[in-house]
Protein backbone atom coordinates (compact mmCIF):
# COMPACT_ATOMS: atom_id res chain seq x y z
CA UNK A 1 0.00 0.00 0.00
CA UNK A 2 1.22 3.43 -0.88
CA UNK A 3 0.11 6.63 1.36
CA UNK A 4 -3.58 4.88 1.91
CA UNK A 5 -5.23 3.02 4.16
CA UNK A 6 -6.71 0.97 1.46
CA UNK A 7 -5.29 -1.52 -1.59
CA UNK A 8 -6.14 -2.09 -5.35
CA UNK A 9 -6.85 -5.88 -6.02
CA UNK A 10 -7.20 -7.09 -9.65
CA UNK A 11 -10.48 -8.45 -10.68
CA UNK A 12 -8.88 -11.69 -10.85
CA UNK A 13 -7.72 -11.66 -7.30
CA UNK A 14 -11.40 -10.66 -6.40
CA UNK A 15 -12.91 -13.41 -8.27
CA UNK A 16 -10.10 -15.55 -6.28
CA UNK A 17 -11.41 -14.37 -3.12
CA UNK A 18 -15.08 -14.73 -4.01
CA UNK A 19 -14.51 -18.43 -5.26
CA UNK A 20 -12.10 -19.17 -1.34
CA UNK A 21 -16.04 -18.81 0.49
CA UNK A 22 -14.49 -16.59 3.20
CA UNK A 23 -17.58 -15.24 5.13
CA UNK A 24 -14.91 -12.98 6.65
CA UNK A 25 -14.88 -10.75 3.79
CA UNK A 26 -17.77 -8.53 2.24
CA UNK A 27 -18.10 -7.33 -1.01
CA UNK A 28 -20.42 -3.86 -2.11
CA UNK A 29 -21.14 -2.91 -5.41
CA UNK A 30 -21.48 0.99 -5.53
CA UNK A 31 -22.86 1.94 -8.96
CA UNK A 32 -26.36 2.92 -9.31
CA UNK A 33 -29.44 0.07 -9.46
CA UNK A 34 -29.36 0.00 -13.18
CA UNK A 35 -26.29 -0.61 -13.55
CA UNK A 36 -26.14 -3.29 -11.06
CA UNK A 37 -29.15 -4.85 -12.46
CA UNK A 38 -27.78 -5.04 -15.82
CA UNK A 39 -24.59 -7.59 -14.41
CA UNK A 40 -23.47 -8.02 -11.12
CA UNK A 41 -21.59 -10.73 -9.13
CA UNK A 42 -23.35 -12.84 -6.97
CA UNK A 43 -21.68 -12.47 -3.29
CA UNK A 44 -21.77 -8.66 -4.25
CA UNK A 45 -24.28 -5.97 -2.07
CA UNK A 46 -25.26 -3.21 -3.44
CA UNK A 47 -24.98 0.20 -1.63
CA UNK A 48 -24.83 3.15 -4.54
CA UNK A 49 -21.42 5.63 -3.87
CA UNK A 50 -24.33 8.23 -3.44
CA UNK A 51 -25.84 6.52 -0.77
CA UNK A 52 -22.75 5.79 0.63
CA UNK A 53 -23.05 8.63 3.31
CA UNK A 54 -25.84 7.84 4.60
CA UNK A 55 -25.57 4.13 4.58
CA UNK A 56 -21.95 3.55 5.37
CA UNK A 57 -22.66 2.08 8.65
CA UNK A 58 -24.15 -0.83 7.46
CA UNK A 59 -20.45 -1.34 6.36
CA UNK A 60 -18.62 -3.88 9.44
CA UNK A 61 -15.64 -1.32 9.47
CA UNK A 62 -13.51 -4.48 11.15
CA UNK A 63 -14.41 -6.72 8.20
CA UNK A 64 -11.99 -6.90 5.42
CA UNK A 65 -13.98 -5.25 2.44
CA UNK A 66 -13.79 -5.28 -1.62
CA UNK A 67 -15.40 -2.19 -3.39
CA UNK A 68 -16.90 -2.56 -7.29
CA UNK A 69 -18.03 -0.21 -9.49
CA UNK A 70 -18.01 -0.28 -13.24
CA UNK A 71 -14.09 0.96 -14.11
CA UNK A 72 -12.49 1.28 -10.66
CA UNK A 73 -13.12 5.14 -10.30
CA UNK A 74 -16.47 4.85 -8.09
CA UNK A 75 -15.13 2.28 -5.97
CA UNK A 76 -11.70 4.38 -5.44
CA UNK A 77 -13.90 6.80 -4.07
CA UNK A 78 -15.53 4.99 -1.98
CA UNK A 79 -12.71 3.38 -0.05
CA UNK A 80 -11.66 6.88 0.26
CA UNK A 81 -14.45 7.79 2.04
CA UNK A 82 -15.00 4.83 4.04
CA UNK A 83 -10.73 5.23 5.30
CA UNK A 84 -11.95 8.59 6.58
CA UNK A 85 -15.20 7.14 8.60
CA UNK A 86 -12.37 4.59 10.55
CA UNK A 87 -12.71 1.57 8.26
CA UNK A 88 -8.76 -0.02 7.96
CA UNK A 89 -9.43 -3.20 5.82
CA UNK A 90 -10.23 -2.17 1.92
CA UNK A 91 -9.92 -2.95 -1.33
CA UNK A 92 -10.67 -1.24 -4.53
CA UNK A 93 -10.98 -3.81 -7.63
CA UNK A 94 -9.03 -2.05 -10.22
CA UNK A 95 -10.39 -1.64 -13.58
CA UNK A 96 -14.02 -2.22 -12.00
CA UNK A 97 -16.93 -4.62 -14.07
CA UNK A 98 -15.08 -3.76 -17.09
CA UNK A 99 -12.24 -6.08 -16.47
CA UNK A 100 -14.34 -8.93 -14.43
CA UNK A 101 -14.27 -11.74 -16.68
CA UNK A 102 -16.47 -14.35 -14.57
CA UNK A 103 -20.09 -15.19 -14.03
CA UNK A 104 -22.42 -12.35 -13.34
CA UNK A 105 -25.89 -12.36 -12.55
CA UNK A 106 -28.60 -10.08 -14.74
CA UNK A 107 -31.76 -8.77 -13.31
CA UNK A 108 -34.88 -8.85 -15.07
CA UNK A 109 -37.28 -5.94 -14.18
Not at 48 to 67: A, C, G, K, Y
Not at 70 to 92: I, P, T
Request: hydrophobic fraction near 35%.
Amino acid sequence: MKNQTWSEMTSNEVEALIASGREDVQFIDVRELAEYREGHIKAVRLIPLSQLEVRHDEIDRNQETVMICRSGNRSRQACEFLASHGHLKLHNMTGGMLNWQGKTIRDES
